[in-house]
């Protein structure tokens, strides 16, 4: 669904849901879950219909996911940093301690 | 309160935010920027630094009037101000307390005066299949061009109408991107209602002509434009794989994996309705601003408005909008007296009226169609968080849901994450349609801290200035 116009910018090693991927120096965490994925990047906790980031600037709070552990974090406002470890969130979360 | 830090916070280092940096530090206030994103620019001149300093093939694609932003962020690097950039508003106090975090931890930064100078934002276009993966705003592809230079991989179809429209669709050509469709929902008609604005619109001449030609390249391209559509809808069950639309009683269909909707940009009001700011509805163009006085004045004696914030003007008036902020800002203080504002203000104050001059013809020849601010299929979706549709508002409002606030209480609308920036204006609409009232009267959400979320572990580890025990608890206003 996206591709790099360049590839010229510094590599940077991140994770995505386990997956060993390679972002570029300056992406924010939607843009390259968008570039890898080029398809939903969370299922909505209500319906678990399939979703894609939509404004990209901090309002629509679709680009939702779990970046180093912490979850529902706005994707589109935090840029790739090196080892970062990213997971798409699915549905609605289990509360802790259920099977 | 302790004294406060700083003469003046501003939020945001947009167009307004970071001129109004630069004017107050040339009339020796202190001053403090306060930015949600990683670089100056706003999301007009968004990581223009970067572009223009090292992506020349990106600054080729994106144009003079993007480069242009570059200059406003060296001024206000050159003038020193303390830049927290990455950091997120949470609440704003009417008497001067900002409270944001950069992520870790909470904070407070406190000054005599604060200029909001937060923007605006692309209008929801509530369509059916507006939700589906492959669709987003012509605004968020932009962004992925300016700050990650990438654009969409396959065909695309751009839907909707207003002048960034034109703009981003010249951007990704030169980018070159496919695009299967340009599909304006702007009619002839519209035209023809616009045109009693061209005189005064002559006076800005130069964003007609620029206008004009963005409009033939993008047909020297050999790209197509439909123009007049009605009836838009996105076809797909989990992704974009089109677009349907009716030209002149007839259906059609393109083929197209990301589908970019706009319909212009409306003033993003949730950091104004917090601090229960009076709101005004713009009849034109469908949008609330905040009621200002005199260069940004507002009923709080505190609290200032610069930019697109106030109303729809185009990054060049939101410039000089901040700068005569600023000078008002140092007036107000005693920093100059009325002769120096004066001097100061005056070409401003000129300028400011000729970037204004073209807004009266491109507020008629752009308005939102009647079906995008109410969408008359009921299952198109308008609340995005909680999946609440078109016609689960009007049943509620039939029910006796007599405006947004008590909607929630039948629907949960506007109280997912976004909290109301997707659904607001629509909501509004839909209920004012229901109950035969003009908009204005119907209202819009209440906007409570916090604007954004923030982790009870942020909130835990917050900064609190030294020797002020009373500030422990940010107070969670009327």
């Given amino acids: 669904m996206l591709k790099r116009r360049h590839s010229d910018a510094a590599v940077v090693q991140i994770s995505i849901d386990g997956e060993a991927v390679e972002a570029r120096d300056g992406e924010s965490v939607a843009a390259a879950v968008l570039a890898y994925a080029g398809e939903a990047t969370r299922t909505t906790p209500v319906s678990g219909a399939p979703r894609a980031p939509y404004c990209l600037m901090g309002v629509c709070f679709e680009c939702l996911m779990e970046i180093d552990g912490v979850p529902n974090r706005q994707a589109c406002m935090i840029r790739v940093s090196d080892g970062m470890s990213i997971r798409r969130q699915q549905g609605a979360r289990a509360l802790e301690g259920d099977a | ?478």
Wanted: aromatic share 6%.
């Fill in chain 2, 1 to 478: 309160m302790s004294s406060p830090q700083y003469d003046l916070a501003i939020i945001g280092a947009g167009p307004a935010g970071m001129a109004a940096a630069h004017e107050a530090r040339n009339v020796g206030l202190s001053v403090v920027v306060i930015d949600e994103q990683d670089n100056p620019g706003g999301q007009i001149y968004r990581d223009v630094e970067h572009v223009a300093l090292k992506r020349a093939h990106d600054l080729d694609v994106l144009g003079a009037d993007y480069k242009y932003g570059y200059g406003l962020v060296d001024g206000m690097r050159a003038g020193e101000v303390d830049y927290l950039s990455g950091h997120t508003v949470w609440q704003i106090e009417a008497d001067g307390i900002v409270w944001c975090t950069d992520g870790s931890k909470a904070k407070q930064v406190t000054a005599k005066r604060v200029l909001l100078a937060t923007g605006a934002m692309e209008r929801p276009v509530p369509v059916p299949g507006w939700t589906l993966p492959g669709v987003m705003t012509a605004g968020a592809a932009q962004i992925l061009m300016k700050s990650a230079g990438m654009v969409p991989s396959g065909p695309i179809a751009i839907c909707g109408s207003g002048p960034l429209l034109l703009l981003i669709a010249d951007q990704l050509v030169r980018a070159g991107a496919e695009i299967a469709v340009i599909a304006e929902t702007t009619s002839f008609a519209d035209y023809l209602r616009a045109a009693p604005k061209l005189a005064q619109a002559l006076l800005g001449m130069e964003y007609l002509q620029k206008g004009i030609a963005m409009r033939r390249r993008i047909k020297a391209a050999g790209v197509k434009i439909v123009s007049g559509i009605s009836g838009l809808r996105i076809n797909g069950d989990e992704m974009a794989t089109g677009v349907t639309f009716k030209k002149g009683g007839r259906e059609q269909a393109v083929a197209a994996g990301t589908v970019l909707l706009h319909e212009g940009v409306v003033p993003n009001t949730q950091a104004t309705r917090q601090l229960r700011l009076d709101h005004l509805w713009h009849e034109t163009q469908h949008y609330w601003y905040p009621k200002t006085g005199l260069h940004g004045t507002t009923a709080l004696e505190s609290i200032y408005l610069a930019g697109d914030g106030t109303g729809i003007y185009g990054a060049r008036a939101a410039e000089v909008s901040g700068r005569l902020t600023a000078l008002q800002i140092a007036l107000s203080l005693g920093r100059i007296d009325d002769g120096e504002f004066a001097f100061k203000a005056g070409p401003w104050l000129s300028e400011h009226k000729h970037h204004c001059a073209v807004r009266p013809l491109l507020d008629a020849l752009f308005q939102p169609p009647a079906e995008i601010l109410n969408p008359p299929e009921d299952h198109t979706i308008v609340c995005r968080c909680e999946e609440i549709t078109a016609g689960d508002v009007r049943k509620a409002g039939k029910l006796g849901a007599p405006g947004p606030n008590q909607l929630k209480a039948f629907l949960r609308a506007g109280m997912g994450p976004c909290q109301g920036r997707m659904c607001g204006l629509t909501v509004t609409e839909i209920l004012a349609a229901v109950h035969g009232k003009s908009p204005a009267d119907i209202g819009a959400y209440r906007i409570r801290p916090p604007l954004k979320p923030l982790s009870l572990a942020e909130l835990a580890d917050m900064e609190v200035p030294d020797g002020d025990a009373t500030l422990a608890s940010p107070s969670s206003g009327p």
